[in-house]
Structures are given as C-alpha cells and as structure tokens.
C-alpha cells in the first residue's frame, strides 16, 4: 500500500507541476470571492523542500505562488491518500505553514516586516467522506476566557475532497482537475473511452494539458487503479482513447468467449447429468417395476453426488425407498 500510495502521490504532483493545472484548481474549486485579482501569468512553482530546526523535513507538498497586486500569494497544496481521514489535519497544516514561513525567512525573502498571506489546501482522493475539522477553532475551547481567546492559533484551511462533487458538477467543469475525478468514476472500458475522446476534443489545441492528462491516466489510473486493461504507452489524448477503444473490443470478445466457455461447460455438465439420471432410471425400473412420479421427480433434480449414492444402493436395497434414503 505504502508503494502505492507513493505513485499515485508521484502522480498528482507531476500534474500539478503545471501552472495551467493550478490555474484550474483555483478556477474551478476555489472560492473565487475574496481572494483578490490573481495574475496568473505571475505563476511559479516553490521549493518545498525545507528542514525545520528538529530536522523534519517536509519535501513532498506542493507550493505555489501568485501575484495579487503587488504581494503574492502563497498557495499551500497538500494531497492526501490516506485511508483514513486525519482529525488533527488542521494542527498539522499550522506546523507546515509555519516551517514554510520560517523557510521564506531564511531565505531573505521577506520583503519589509510583513509575511505573505497563505493559502493551505487540502486535495483529498480517499474513499470515505471527509469529516475532519477545516479549521484550527474547532479544535479548541469553544468558549475560553476573553483574555486567554485572543492568544489562541488561528488557522482554516480549503477543503476539496473529490467525493463532495456530483458528476453533473464535474461534468459541467472544462477542467483539468475536474476530469481527474470523473475518469476516476468509470467503472467500464467503453466509458473511459468515451470520456478520454470528450477531453481530447476540448484540450485539443493545448498539448501540454493533454501530455499531463495522458500521463496521469496512464501512470495513476491505467497502472494503479484499473491494470486489467493492459494499455499500452500513448503519447496524447488521441492515441490513448483509441488504444482504450480497441482493449474495450478485445474486453467484449473475452467476456463473450468465457460466456460461450461456460455455457458449453454447462450444457456438457448437464448432458451428463441426464444421462446419469436415466440409466439409473433403467436400473430401478428393472428392479422394482414402474416408477411413482415422487421417484421421477427426486431423479430429474437430483445432484451428481446423489445419483452416484443411490447408483450404490441399487443392488442391496429391498424397497424403492430404500435406494432414496427414505
């Protein structure tokens, strides 16, 4: 699990490594009230690789900045693949904001005596509902005493669990991310297919986003999630969708194959069984005369295992019922 865990977190960060990416996560998940006139042209990736004073490192998170004015904003992306939801989420995003700033510090990039604000998110893909408290508030005393609530950390965080949307949500998003979680949704080949046609149809003439969707699905959801579909390499939209149309074809023809297969099986199993059935008819109507429908009855619905029972007791038995067991 843990290597797994770990491509698929390889994964999203190779996703969100493009700026156009983080562009449609603002846009499309983010609340667009209140956070100022972005300049999204001003986008560059941070290092987020930085050592706090007891030496935890924290060098798997994605850090994004923004110009907003003059000042930039720090955008603090943290993905989760957890099986579990994280209680204490909100506590640990304070620590990494925190390293973050003292990181910014550090590095004599602190313009005047004022930080940058910061924007931590949490892109969660776990299968249960996130319930963990978004902000730091909700694990503290509700009602402390006025002098001592002043003095008490403060610290919110954006949530974007994958299952809260509706897939008529994200159908309605033209939207990178938004995709990532409706191809994760399809439970058959034809309807990868389908949808991986309807992308390459809208990012057709961005071939950076088609080159990071292509590798996401092939690395994360071909490889980890769904690998009974054996696709091979593609390079862009286009040529993934035609390779998941024709496994969807040779998928159809093994399903159909292993159907012919088990009915031929089924129908030699039950030929035999007939024809077990009706020689031990022979034999009882030679020993006891004509059978009685009960007798009938019991011998066409018997199991192989029976017949082979009552076959043995044929020739001890005095009474019909006797060979029936009754």
Do not use: C
């Amino acid at each position: 699990m843990a290597n797994m865990n770990a491509r698929h977190d390889a994964s999203y960060k190779h996703l969100f490594s493009s700026p156009k990416v983080v562009q449609h996560l603002i846009e499309g998940f983010l609340p667009a009230e209140g956070l100022g006139r972005l300049d999204f042209s001003t986008l560059e990736k941070v290092p987020a690789s930085y050592v706090s004073d007891d030496l935890r490192e924290r060098a798997d998170d994605v850090i994004w900045r923004v110009k907003t004015g003059e000042d930039w904003l720090y955008l603090y992306l943290l993905i989760e693949f957890q099986s579990s939801v994280d209680p204490w989420m909100a506590v640990r995003l304070l620590t990494y904001v925190g390293l973050l700033y003292q990181d910014l510090i550090k590095g004599g990039q602190i313009q005047g005596r004022r930080l940058p604000p910061v924007l931590p998110i949490v892109f969660y893909t776990g299968e249960a509902r996130w319930s963990a408290a978004t902000d730091l508030a909700e694990l503290l005393p509700q009602n402390p005493p006025e002098t001592l609530a002043k003095y008490l950390p403060r610290l919110a965080y954006v949530l974007i669990d994958e299952n809260a949307y509706s897939d008529e949500t994200l159908a309605g998003l033209k939207n990178v991310v938004a995709a990532t979680m409706r191809l994760k949704r399809q439970q058959w080949p034809q309807d990868l297919a389908r949808l991986t046609a309807v992308l390459h149809r809208w990012f057709a003439g961005d071939a950076e986003l088609e080159r990071l969707l292509t590798v996401w699905i092939r690395e994360y959801l071909l490889r980890d999630l769904r690998p009974e579909l054996d696709v091979p390499e593609a390079h862009d939209l286009g040529e993934i969708t035609m390779q998941l149309a024709e496994r969807f074809k040779q998928w159809e023809e093994e399903v159909a194959r292993k159907a012919i297969q088990q009915g031929l099986e089924k129908g030699v199993q039950k030929g035999k069984l007939e024809g077990e059935s009706l020689l031990l008819q022979r034999q009882l109507t030679r020993r006891f005369g004509p059978l009685p429908d009960w007798a009938q009855q019991r011998l066409r619905s018997a199991t192989s295992e029976e017949l082979e029972t009552w076959a043995d007791r044929v020739l001890d038995a005095q009474r019909l019922e006797e060979v029936f067991g009754a």
